[in-house]
């Protein structure tokens, strides 16, 4: 059996018309069109990937691509789509920036798992409109999100160092709480991707 006959998990919803959307001109990618360009900003969201470094990752061949699709590969690096339809594998530089994670961080907060994967990710309409600046209160937003991203880098390095010593410290073990991951959310605030308030 060919791994081109089996049937394929579903994709993530892209909303993406990569045959249409542009193509690669003189070693850059260049989109056909504001939308189309703006349709990758949505798909790069949608798939934690940095939407300008999006290039960088390491290109998939179809058989490694079908078998993970289909949930046979193993453990594999995160695999996502580029404007051009090409998979590739993320690594360091094609991860979404700061700024992106602390925003998506405080939209799914509190969310389950079913309100994530819907037809929209929460806070997807808000960051396309914090990029395209639709108007004043959006570049303010884009600006509020930046500054966010840079309080929560603090923020993910104190808690980090106070998890660490809880790990250790008998006294500390309330803070601990039994794991890093809950020591972290238990510290974080939740608009940095600790456990929700109320």
């Not at 046979?72 to 995160?78: E, N, R, S, V």
């Not at 360091?92 to 969310?111: M, N, P, Q, V, W």
């Not at 209160?137 to 390095?157: G, K, P, T, Y």
Request: aromatic fraction near 8%.
């Amino acid at each position: 059996m060919s791994y081109s006959s089996l049937k394929l998990k579903s994709r993530p919803a892209v909303v993406l018309d990569a045959a249409n959307s542009g193509g690669w001109k003189n070693g850059r990618y260049r989109f056909a069109t504001p939308e189309a360009e703006q349709a990758w900003q949505r798909a790069a969201y949608r798939q934690a990937v940095n939407a300008d470094t999006w290039h960088l990752g390491d290109e998939v061949d179809d058989a490694s691509r079908d078998a993970i699709l289909a949930g046979i590969a193993g453990p594999t690096p995160p695999m996502y789509r580029g404007p051009d339809g090409r998979y590739r594998f993320a690594n360091a530089h094609t991860i979404e920036d700061a700024a992106t994670r602390s925003h998506r961080a405080r939209y799914f907060a509190g969310k389950t798992m079913d309100q994530i994967a819907g037809a929209k990710m929460p806070g997807e309409d808000e960051y396309l409109a914090a990029i395209y600046g639709k108007s004043q209160s959006s570049v303010a937003a884009n600006d509020n999100i930046m500054r966010r991203a840079d309080d929560c880098a603090q923020e993910h390095l104190e808690c980090d160092q106070l998890c660490r010593r809880a790990k250790l410290s008998p006294d500390m073990r309330g803070i601990w709480g039994g794991s890093r991951d809950r020591c972290m959310r238990g510290c974080l605030s939740a608009a940095c991707g600790g456990n929700p308030v109320g």
